[in-house]
């Protein structure tokens, strides 16, 4: 059963930079998943930040992606989140996720989230 | 941008059954997921690719995809299915989208 676990500061100050890391365990992050961060501000809904291939292949959400660095490292099976630039408004409990993907004849390609970590609340105050 | 829409709040007899509806765009073309989101803990997925139940999710839950809205439904709801719910799609040109989401009450 793969397991994930967020871990980072949960207090970051305005201007600064969100880092957090995802462990990933009961499994190796070098396999045909995607691995995504996913973030919710308090009392809201969901929103993608991102996804990182073991192969170091990403993709960002667009309204974030200037400010976003998702990266990997295998030896440790874990990948990491940097958001710049933060804000009040970037206050929100941050997930890690395993994406599983694939496509049917069917119905296309899909990509959904089969494991998500814990998650951890990052707060953007001075 | 894609959007999808569900309604904000959804309220059922314990016993009974809900139905959560998500609205958009041509969705039945697409591959729905859908997750459960109990108060304080991560979301869990509960169906992915419009109606298959992930080990472990009781049959209770059951998904259907077609023209413009998709649709989770728990029959026999029980206190522990109160929950919020999200459904989610993909695609190459807009990426990951998530549902409005909508709160389950168990009545």
């Known amino acids: 059963q793969v397991q994930l676990q967020e871990s980072g500061p949960g207090l970051v100050k305005p201007s600064g930079t969100l880092s957090l890391t995802c462990a990933v365990s009961g499994g190796s992050i070098n396999t045909s998943n995607w691995w995504s961060w996913v973030r919710q501000p308090p009392g809201k809904g969901l929103e993608w930040i991102g996804e990182?291939?073991?192969?170091?292949?990403?993709n960002y959400n667009p309204s974030l992606k200037s400010r976003v660095t998702i990266s990997v490292d295998k030896s440790k099976n874990q990948f990491s989140l940097k958001l710049s630039s933060v804000t009040a408004a970037d206050t929100a409990v941050y997930y890690c996720?395993?994406?599983?993907?694939?496509?049917?004849?069917?119905?296309?390609?899909?990509?959904?989230?089969?494991?998500w970590g814990q998650g951890t609340l990052v707060t953007v105050s001075s | 941008s894609y959007e999808l829409t569900q309604p904000l709040s959804v309220s059922v007899a314990l016993g009974q059954t809900a139905r959560i509806t998500c609205g958009g765009n041509?969705?039945?073309?697409?591959?729905v997921h859908w997750y459960q989101q109990r108060p304080g803990q991560a979301p869990v997925l509960v169906i992915y690719r419009d109606s298959n139940r992930p080990s472990g999710i009781p049959e209770r839950f059951s998904g259907s995809n077609s023209g413009n809205t998709a649709t989770l439904t728990i029959s026999r709801a029980q206190a522990g299915d109160e929950a919020d719910y999200y459904c989610q799609v993909w695609d190459s040109s807009t990426s990951y989208v998530f549902g409005t989401g909508t709160k389950v009450t168990v009545l």
């Open positions: 041509n969705i039945g073309s697409k591959n």
């Open positions: 996720a395993r994406v599983s993907w694939g496509y049917y004849h069917s119905s296309g390609y899909f990509r959904g989230f089969d494991y």
């Open positions: 990182i291939y073991h192969s170091g292949s990403t």
